[in-house]
């Protein structure tokens, strides 16, 4: 049985995805609310994406998350909450979609190859649980491609106003279908599953669904 590839976003509710955890993560294009995720964070959404990372056996990103993360992770894998997430990262495989040649430090890293989509989708051979985390450069490369089975978005209550959107104008026409329910956190945040339900559909509303 083949392996399956999520995407997990953190998103605001305009669709900004840039630099949720930390104020410096990514200051590209003058960003300057880095770090928005940390005072809408609760213990639900903590709880949620830590068994997911524990699931995981592959972690994809693009080159700049994966500078961000190989410049932090490697750092924090003492303790029980960070250490936990730190340790995970460390041990499991993770590969690197860069246009620019890669020479890792971090161990356990290979760069994928010129076509990076196509490299993603043939990890589903080697992998039972591969996630892309960030990389939303990347992801929209992913998302028009439909090279993934479930869009996972955790939308926050903030408004940003400017940045990184997971789906800026261009972005591929598609439709999605939700996977599961919602989960509300307890600072409001939700958590919405999708996966790819072919392109997009258009109708009438004025006409009766099923009408002929």
Not at 104 to 130: K, S, Y
Not at 181 to 187: G, H, L, T
């Amino acid at each position: 049985m083949a392996g399956r590839i999520t995407i997990d976003l953190f998103v605001s509710l305009d669709g900004v995805a840039q630099a949720p955890g930390a104020p410096d993560e990514d200051p590209s294009s003058g960003f300057p609310y880095g770090g928005w995720q940390a005072p809408v964070a609760g213990e639900t959404d903590g709880r949620q994406i830590g068994t997911g990372i524990d699931a995981m056996d592959a972690l994809v990103l693009g080159r700049k998350t994966y500078d961000i993360f190989a410049g932090y992770w490697p750092k924090h894998t003492e303790g029980d909450a960070e250490g936990r997430i730190g340790r995970k990262f460390d041990a499991i495989p993770k590969y690197v979609a860069s246009r620019n040649r890669l020479e890792p430090a971090w161990q356990g890293t290979t760069q994928l190859g010129t076509d990076a989509v196509a490299a993603v989708a043939e990890l589903r051979e080697r992998h039972d649980d591969i996630h892309v985390i960030g990389s939303v450069d990347f992801v929209q490369s992913l998302l028009a491609a439909n090279a993934f089975d479930e869009l996972l978005l955790w939308v926050y209550p903030v408004v940003i106003g400017q940045g990184k959107k997971v789906f800026p104008d261009g972005a591929a026409p598609a439709t999605l279908e939700l996977l599961a329910p919602p989960v509300v956190s307890e600072k409001g945040a939700v958590l919405l599953r999708y996966g790819p339900a072919g392109p997009l559909r258009t109708g009438d509303m004025s006409e009766p669904e099923g009408a002929a």
